[in-house]
Structure formats: structure tokens, C-alpha cells
T-cell receptor
Framework: QKEVEQDPGPLSVPEGAIVSLNCTYSNSAFQYFMWYRQYSRKGPELLMYTYSSGNKEDGRFTAQVDKSSKYISLFIRDSQPSDSATYLCAMSPSGSARQLTFGSGTQLTVLP | KAGVTQTPRYLIKTRGQQVTLSCSPISGHRSVSWYQQTPGQGLQFLFEYFSETQRNKGNFPGRFSGRQFSNSRSEMNVSTLELGDSALYLC????????????FGPGTRLTVT
């Protein structure tokens, strides 16, 4: 079993919809939680990061971490066609914060 | 500031050969990490360098190695290439004290035939 599980999708939603992306993990040592967006033939782009549990909001994006359930989420409000990409969750322990373990990615398409 | 740059962008090699990939981090970033991305295994951590020292290494065979220079530029080398080494190799850089904020380059697409 992988340390980080992510539903690969694909996920297709109409423009303006609220999108929910999720990951579960098994390693209790993970303290840093990140969400990356990757467009085709590009490197991943950091969207948000959270340390330990809690919520964080940045514009249309909200990240939630529930360490008791080992579950993290990314919500995208008012989704746009430009949000169409693969979304990757990533996490790392505090002692090796740069050693990221990634989920497999969820492919999102926002239809105009 | 310029982003992370990786050269070459595309590479085709034959089984048994070796290859060297290069990464130039964002100016001022002293940490460079390398990742392998394949359709089957996704993104996997290879190693991390900081101030010319390898700090962490992922679960890859010894054929995969790397180094970092005094100007923070990094190279990774793969010897005795296998078909399964075909992948997108990504490097990421980050500032001191902001380990959670890694910036990725566009990657080098390696094809082994």
C-alpha cells in the first residue's frame, strides 16, 4: 500500500462548480502538506502548503488538513477552465521537509 | 527572478549508456532536490542537496547519483541505463528556512531505447 493515496480521477466539472480533491496518508510523521498543480508537459507548481492540522485559504483555494483522520483536502471555488490540470498532493516529515512524498495526482477538467 | 532551469529538455539514450542532467536553481536558493516522474509510479524523490552535501536520498539504486556545485547548480547522473529509467526528471529548489516552498523546473524528458 502506498503511503499517500489519491483518487486519480479523471474529474470533469462545469465552470463555476466547487471542486473537492482529497488525499489520505498512512505515515504519522508527515507534518508538511502541499498541493501542486501540474499542466501538461510542465513541472509542478506549488499552490498551497499547510503545516500540521488546520485550514488555509488563498483566493479561490482552501486547503484542509485533518491529522487525526490522516486526510487532506483542496477545495477550488468558482472553478475556471484554466484550472484544468493535474493536482498533486504532497507531504513530508518535519525532519526532512524537502523529501516530498506525492500522491498519484487527480486529473481535473473544467468545462466552459 | 528567473525560475529553475533544466538542461537538456529532451534526451534519447540507449540501454547501457549513462546520462547526466543539469539543474540551475533560482538565484539565492541553496537547496536542490531531484524527482523522477513516471506514469506508473508517479513522482518519486531521488535526492536532496544543500551546500554541496547530499542530505537525503530516496529508494533508488546506486546507478542514480548526483552532486551539487559551489554555485548551487546540481547534476544527476544515471549509469547503465535501463528501459525503466525512461521518465521525466524534475528538479526543485528552495530557500533556506522555507523547505516547504519548493519550486520545480520544467523537467528533462529522458527516453531510453
Amino acid at each position: 500500500q502506498k503511503e499517500v493515496e489519491q483518487d486519480p480521477g479523471p474529474l470533469s466539472v462545469p465552470e463555476g462548480a466547487i471542486v473537492s480533491l482529497n488525499c489520505t496518508y498512512s505515515n504519522s510523521a508527515f507534518q508538511y502538506f502541499m498541493w501542486y498543480r501540474q499542466y501538461s508537459r510542465k513541472g509542478p507548481e506549488l499552490l498551497m502548503y499547510t503545516y500540521s492540522s488546520g485550514n488555509k485559504e488563498d483566493g479561490r483555494f482552501t486547503a484542509q488538513v485533518d491529522k487525526s483522520s490522516k486526510y487532506i483536502s483542496l477545495f477550488i471555488r468558482d472553478s475556471q477552465p484554466s484550472d484544468s490540470a493535474t493536482y498533486l498532493c504532497a507531504m513530508s516529515p518535519s525532519g526532512s521537509a524537502r523529501q516530498l512524498t506525492f500522491g498519484s495526482g487527480t486529473q481535473l477538467t473544467v468545462l466552459p | 527572478k528567473a525560475g529553475v532551469t533544466q538542461t537538456p529538455r529532451y534526451l534519447i539514450k540507449t540501454r547501457g549508456q549513462q546520462v547526466t542532467l543539469s539543474c540551475s536553481p533560482i538565484s539565492g536558493h541553496r537547496s536542490v532536490s531531484w524527482y523522477q516522474q513516471t506514469p506508473g509510479q508517479g513522482l518519486q524523490f531521488l535526492f536532496e542537496y544543500f551546500s554541496e552535501t547530499q542530505r537525503n536520498k530516496g529508494n533508488f539504486p546506486g546507478r542514480f547519483s548526483g552532486r551539487q556545485f559551489s554555485n548551487s547548480r546540481s547534476e544527476m547522473n544515471v549509469s547503465t541505463l535501463e528501459l525503466g529509467d525512461s521518465a521525466l526528471y524534475l528538479c526543485a529548489s528552495s530557500e533556506d528556512g522555507r523547505a516547504y516552498e519548493q519550486y520545480f523546473g520544467p523537467g528533462t524528458r529522458l527516453t531510453v531505447t
